[in-house]
């Protein structure tokens, strides 16, 4: 029951090339950047990445990106990533942009073993109708359009049906977690990581801090233990801000 490894390089070092991963955060918050650090040293590659987003440059997912290790990725947000723009729009990297809730959902839905749902996001855009670029030739041009998806209507309103995500690996990050697996996570970082934790046939967890089994209650686990495979103590860290805005003192 003891899941606990010694070190991030340990608990990635079984992670392929080819292997698809949920990996949990939002903007910079929650990130398992330990373990993408990890990743990168390890050597793997031709990666498929589902996540809310791909970090930024230098940063997070960013790494795998600025060494071209991930062949593909699945998430909502791009804004923030300057080689993330320059490998999609040459034709070097294939992107599935999906709506964030829609994201959140399949998410949830491949963990709960759910297939497929039905949800009114996207209807009557390209996210149903197909034809959204998931990658570009190197002329500018679409090689790779997203397929056109079934809708159906319920009650009158129409619907467009979506697939459940379930990945070899997620790697996650908690605030706090026991020898069992059993997971917290503080405030932001309880965004993605809790889905993409479930999505994972094999969940690897860093976590700030490793207490005991028992002294988490029960009622305040986010991620019972057998969602996770290995846990990995990082210690509390700085935390990254995406993006400083500041005033003139006095302002």
Known sequence: MDKVVPSAVEAVADIPSGA???VGGFGLSGIPHNLIEALLEQGATDLVTVSNNCG????????????????RTTGSYVGENREFERQYLHGELEVELVPQGTLAERLRAGGAGIPAFFTPAGVGTQVAEGGLPWKHATDGSISMPSPKKETRSFHGLDYVLEEGIVCDYALVRATKGDRHGNLIYAKTTRNFNPLCATAGRITIAEVEELVEPGEISPENVHTPGIFVQRVVVVGAQGKRIERVTTR????
């Open 248 to 251: 003139r003192a006095g302002a």
């Open 56 to 71: 930024v440059d230098g940063w997070g997912l960013g790494v795998l990106l600025d060494a071209k290790r991930i062949r």
């Open 20 to 22: 698809t991963l949920a």
